[in-house]
């Protein structure tokens, strides 16, 4: 701006048209009261002016003003359009107002409209910082409700952080009810399928599905099937380099010492890391046990221990003590006493209602543990575990043979699990054998038993075909090792050329089986990362869905089942709920 200029004056009216554009720039401190310092005041901010500078181009004092985004109701009532005019203009001198002149009122200090900002801001902890996604990743707590330690004491390491701790009623809010176990109800309500591992359409889950889940809230139970069939592996290699019918093959019993300290290993390390689950994720446990198709896995740490010490190589212990086999069979004594009572005592956990192939794993450890018992020279214990898993093999056996209308047939993907049929009988005649002294004629039976089922599964070669690899592969590992270990038995009894081929098969059989699963479990573990994915059976809610919930679902999901259910819903809409569950029962079964 040109210094010999006049400066712009401005006159207060109204003024219809639209404001002109700004010409000429205005000093502040050439208007009065406008955002000046007068004489006398102290300024905001320090005069930046510089003494050097020449008088012709002296540097006039600037100061920033942060309006408002919006202006209040007020101010925007109040607002007039201004006009812009020469100094010389009506009611005006030297560009002020004469009403202002005369006036001996002190102007008032600078005035600043700036908005407040967020505290934090600074340091990037305000409250627009809740908008971030991958803020709101770091604290998301959904996850807590199945943390061991996510009560008080996880608080008080985050006050001690520094940072600002979320008010306790917000955590209990996210949390269900954590001292209360989730019925048995809620599992046949809010899961489907025979292994109860499929959310219903019309169910939500606590955890979030759009996320992969911390890597232990992922590891199931049933991973210590893989320890039962590389330690079953472990005695059967035992066997053929010590009974009299394989002789003819010379094996070494360096075989059994690596399976077996190979065996030692991979329990050590499953049961490491489930123990970290149990630390940690307590709920998480907790919920896999009151699950009435998952309780039956937790048999298989304790069948997997009784493995090791019937495979021990004679190098590490030619004899274990006694007082080992009672530690061992405790365990079993406690979960059967549950388990068995619960099949007996009715309710929702009746044997008719849970039948399920892998209720074999809480039969299968008392022929195993008679077995044990009997190597070691034990008489009556050994006798009374076998006598109760006798029991109730039976009753088991007839329930899933037969299964009852109201039980639905196995998906594909579970079709291997048919093959604890065999693990039981197998078991039971070594471990009769053990008890009487010899391969008598209720070993025989029990075996022959064992021998039917595994070619009646065996022959029917479509029945495990087209279906991905899931950790339900290993439930045949040990039962077909069973079956070689049982032939094996029987061979030494009755020797002859159709008894020794036969045993030579399917212990071959047994070690490709074996041997494929875990190259292929260790590619699915390391190299595509999909063994372990989102248990969605241990997230289901404790609380039933609304039942609006239930049709929108419906509605989303938009299957031929669905649409039925929906018409069905429409049809009896008008009447009350009874009426729409009773047409629900009608429609579903008219669609199977």
Request: aromatic content about 12%; some cysteine.
């Amino acid at each position: 701006m040109d210094h010999g200029e006049n400066p712009v004056s401005i006159e207060l009216q109204e003024y219809a048209e639209p404001v002109p554009q700004l010409l000429k720039l205005i000093s502040s401190n050439e208007v009065a009261g406008f955002d000046s310092i007068m004489e006398g005041e102290t300024p905001v901010f320090p005069n930046p002016t510089n003494s050097s500078q020449p008088n012709g181009h002296q540097r006039k004092i600037s100061i920033s003003i942060s309006m408002p985004s919006s202006p209040t109701g007020a101010t925007s009532a109040d607002t007039k359009n201004v006009l812009f005019v020469q100094d010389n203009a009506k009611g005006f001198k030297n560009g002020v107002p004469e009403s202002c002149v005369g006036s001996k009122a002190k102007p008032k200090g600078v005035k600043f409209l700036s908005q407040p900002m967020p505290k934090g801001s600074v340091f990037g902890e305000g409250a627009n910082m809740n908008q971030n996604p991958n803020v709101k990743k770091f604290k998301d707590k959904r996850f807590d409700s199945f943390k061991t330690w996510s009560g008080k004491l996880e608080r008080q390491l985050t006050n001690l952080r520094g940072r600002q701790q979320e008010s306790e009623s917000e955590d209990d809010s996210v949390r269900p009810s954590e001292n209360e176990a989730l019925p048995v109800d809620r599992y046949f309500d809010a899961l489907e399928g025979p292994e109860l591992e499929t959310l219903r359409a019309s169910e939500e889950i606590v955890l979030p599905d759009d996320k992969t889940w911390p890597f232990l809230l992922r590891y199931p139970i049933s991973s210590f099937g893989i320890c039962l069939g590389v330690s079953s592996q472990a005695i059967m290699w035992k066997t053929l380099a010590t009974a009299t019918s394989t002789n003819f093959l010379h094996i070494s019993l360096t075989v059994n010492l690596i399976l077996w300290w190979i065996s030692v290993a991979l329990v050590a390390i499953v049961a490491s890391i489930y123990l970290t689950k149990v630390v940690l994720y307590f709920e998480a446990v907790r919920r896999e046990y009151y699950h009435p198709i998952r309780v039956n896995f937790f048999f298989a740490p304790w069948i997997s221990l009784l493995f090791l010490a019937i495979g021990v190589p004679p190098s590490v212990a030619s004899s274990l003590p006694v007082a080992l086999w009672y530690v061992l069979m405790t365990p079993f004594l406690c979960l059967e006493l549950k388990i068995y009572g619960q099949w007996m005592s009715g309710g929702q956990r009746r044997l008719s209602k849970v039948a399920n192939p892998s209720n074999h794993l809480s039969v299968v450890g008392n022929f195993v543990g008679a077995l044990l018992g009997a190597s070691m020279g034990l008489k009556e214990g050994p006798i009374f575990f076998f006598a109760v898993g006798l029991a109730h093999y039976t009753v088991l056996f007839v329930t899933l043979y037969q299964r009852l209308p109201t039980n639905e047939t196995l998906p594909k993907e579970l079709h291997p699990v048919f093959f604890l049929f065999v693990a039981a009988p197998s078991v039971a005649s070594m471990a009769w054998a053990n008890i009487q002294g010899s391969f008598d004629y209720g070993s025989r039976i029990a075996y022959f038993i064992a021998l039917f089922l595994y070619f009646s599964l065996a022959v029917r070669i479509n029945f495990f075909r087209g279906f991905k690899f899931s950790l339900a592969w290993w439930a045949y590992t040990f039962p077909m090792t069973g079956a070689a270990i049982a032939t094996m038995r029987y061979s030494s009894a009755v020797t002859n050329v159709v008894t020794q081929t036969l045993s030579v098969i399917l212990s071959v059989v047994a070690t490709l089986t074996v041997t494929a699963l875990l190259v292929t479990t260790i590619l699915h573990a390391f190299v595509q990362r999909d063994l372990f994915p989102n248990d969605i059976a241990i997230a289901i809610s404790d609380r039933k869905p609304k039942s609006h919930r239930r049709w929108f679902n419906l509605i989303r999901h938009g299957s031929s089942e669905h649409n039925a259910d929906i018409d069905t819903f429409l049809k009896f809409a008008n009447g009350d709920t009874k009426d729409i569950e009773a047409g629900l029962k009608i429609s579903s079964a008219e669609a199977k």
